[in-house]
């Protein structure tokens, strides 16, 4: 870690936000008191009352002056929290789709040396995930994508797809995540780069919650997310063959 020996971590959670003020609230409940030093929520041009709720709750608001994206939301988030001094920057989507309960042991797991990135899964049994309310389509979806992931990468995650994960600040400043795309497959491309860099990676169970009020990505658009993710595999595959590509050129800051 970055800190000094024996000083206590600085932990930072993003909340990349849309129209997220009919669980915003929710989730800052489940988040466990003292296990954080800054929280700031990124608002991308909500059309709710998602940026006077977080100020009413008195959080650190940033608001994007238009509407960039799931993607350029996260590198408008990761580069405030770099510039903070975060050491453990955990991202988590506002729409309590995701057990806030659990950042503290995911950032025991970066901060004990165990791994540079972690991510929540969602699918420790399919009976556990369709009775938690994931739809079908999309559990066969997942898991048929994270086979194909993981034989690619050569790693064996229970999921790739995660809203809810941990990064180490070496991984931030070493992955070029501002060259990333500024939609979904943002996190793809991320994932591919920290595995290319050679950072650890591994995976938590949480319980599965969906709802009415969770965000959660239409049959078309997941479609084209997991193109995405096929699309950053075959590079990361075509990169160990010796073919350069600038997505897993280090970052130049």
């Known amino acids: 870690m970055s800190q000094v020996a024996n000083e206590k971590p600085k932990v930072a959670i993003v909340m990349p936000a849309y129209n997220a003020e009919q669980t915003l609230e929710a ?32 959080l650190d608001v940033l608001v994007t002056p238009e509407n960039l994206g799931y993607g350029g939301n ?3 988030l990761y580069t405030a929290a770099l510039e903070r001094g975060a050491d453990v920057v955990v991202m988590l989507h506002p729409d309590n789709q995701y057990d806030a309960r659990l ?10 040396g165990t791994t540079d990135v972690i991510l929540g899964s969602r699918i420790r049994s399919r009976r556990e995930a369709l009775k938690g309310g994931m739809p079908l389509w999309k559990y066969i979806s997942n898991r048929l994508l994270t086979i194909v992931l993981n034989l690619s990468y050569g790693m064996n995650l229970g999921e790739f797809h995660s809203g809810f994960r941990a990064y180490r600040r070496e991984v ?8 990333n795309t500024n939609a979904f497959g943002f996190d793809a491309q991320f994932l591919g780069q920290a595995i290319h860099h050679g950072f650890r990676i591994a995976t938590a169970p949480m319980p599965v919650r969906y709802f009415k009020e969770a965000s959660s990505i239409a049959f078309w658009p997941s479609v084209r997310y997991g193109l995405v ?8 595959l075509l990169r160990k063959l010796g073919i350069p590509f600038k997505l897993f050129e280090p970052a130049q800051r």
Not at 103 to 112: A, E, I, M, S, W
Not at 172 to 179: D, N, R, S, Y
């Open 27 to 58: 989730t800052l409940q489940d988040i466990p008191a003292g296990c954080w030093d800054m929280l700031i929520v990124g608002d991308d041009c909500s059309k709710d009352g998602t940026v006077a709720l977080a100020k009413k709750l008195g």
């Open 229 to 236: 993710n096929l699309k950053v595999a075959s590079q990361f």
């Open 103 to 112: 950042v503290p042991h995911f950032v025991g797991f970066l901060t004990n």
């Open 74 to 76: 996260q590198k408008m």
């Open 172 to 179: 931030l400043e070493k992955v070029a995540f501002e060259q």
